[in-house]
């Protein structure tokens, strides 16, 4: 084996570690709505940053998204002539 054969195999060899140690991490999902009806599963390793997005999109009542997040609580912004 020469000497790129053997570097080549150490890359490969620190890239499956490298997978192994990512996949072992502990994962949470929450599911974000694209639209109305297009959902898609979103994957937080960080326990913080799940909690944060836990939060922004927790649903009281009637209370929507856009009225807790967006500015002008989610009304279009068109100017008065």
Do not use: H
């Amino acid at each position: 084996m020469n000497t790129a054969e053997a570097f080549i195999a150490d890359m490969n060899q620190s890239i499956a570690i490298e997978e192994k140690k990512a996949n072992s991490i502990p994962r949470r999902g929450l599911n974000i709505y694209l639209d109305k009806s297009t959902m898609v599963m979103q994957q937080y390793a960080d326990l913080s940053a799940f909690d944060s997005a836990k939060q922004a999109t927790a649903r009281k009542g009637q209370s929507s998204i856009l009225r807790m997040q967006m500015d002008g609580a989610g009304r279009t912004q068109a100017k008065a002539l």
